[in-house]
T-cell receptor, first 115, second 112 residues
Framework: NAGVTQTPKFQVLKTGQSMTLQCAQD?????MSWYRQDPGMGLRLIHY???????DQGEVPNGYNVSRSTTEDFPLRLLSAAPSQTSVYFC??????????????FGPGTRLTVL | KNEVEQSPQNLTAQEGEFITINCSYS?????LHWLQQHPGGGIVSLFM???GKKKHGRLIATINIQEKHSSLHITASHPRDSAVYIC??????????????FGKGTHLIIQP
């Protein structure tokens, strides 16, 4: 059981390039989220999904796109990278709301630098 | 918009001391989470609280819904407790299925 995996661990992009950050989970959790973490700020929600085929915007969605075609995968796409998107990105899952114990599970993070 | 404030931002203590980290929030929530982030970045969930108190080993978390305040306590602190402790709240669903709102974290250093 690998939990939540993210690839790549590190990435350097040039301004204007596009890329996809991968997130996968093998726990059959319905709910998945993407956060970014910047120095001096708390983690901020980018997008989230409550199940396959359903996504919604969080606090800072501009410049990012998501899709959820399967329960296992929740990729985050940067459409045209900007230096302001330099950050550490975390994917997280949570057991469905039917559980009495709704623990958050975080991936190891992807450190992205945009030049 | 819910604001989540943590105090202190930084805390250095000696091994064995009793540690308290505080978290306050501005609007009603469905649950509050305490998370731990070690150097190197991994984030681990410690507690989820909607009322009362929870204990796990040397860690104790309490919440006062009326006062919109939570505390995380560490008893008999140890250098391995050195980490960033993060408070987060979920507004609509207990587990934060629609995402969490985070505090900026408390950087704790326990010196031997």
């Amino acid at each position: 059981n690998a939990g939540v995996t993210q690839t790549p661990k590190f990435q350097v992009l040039k301004t204007g390039q596009s890329m996809t950050l991968q997130c996968a989970q093998d726990m059959n959790h319905e709910y998945m989220s993407w956060y970014r973490q910047d120095p001096g700020m708390g983690l901020r929600l980018i997008h989230y999904s409550v199940g396959a085929g359903i996504t919604d915007q969080g606090e800072v969605p501009n410049g990012y796109n998501v899709s959820r075609s399967t329960t296992e995968d929740f990729p985050l796409r940067l459409l045209s990278a900007a230096p302001s998107q330099t950050s550490v990105y975390f994917c997280a899952t949570v057991i469905s709301s039917g559980s009495s114990y709704n623990e958050q599970f975080f991936g190891p993070g992807t450190r992205l630098t945009v030049l | 918009k819910n604001e989540v404030e943590q105090s202190p931002q930084n805390l250095t203590a000696q091994e064995g001391e009793f540690i308290t980290i505080n978290c306050s929030y501005s609007v009603g929530i469905s649950a509050l989470h305490w998370l731990q982030q070690h150097p190197g970045g991994g984030i681990v969930s410690l507690f989820m609280l909607s009322s009362g108190k929870k204990k796990h080993g040397r860690l104790i978390a309490t919440i006062n819904i009326q006062e919109k305040h939570s505390s995380l306590h560490i008893t008999a602190s140890h250098p391995r407790d050195s980490a960033v402790y993060i408070c987060a709240v979920s507004l609509y669903s207990g587990g934060g299925a629609d995402g969490l709102t985070f505090g900026k974290g408390t950087h704790l250093i326990i010196q031997p």
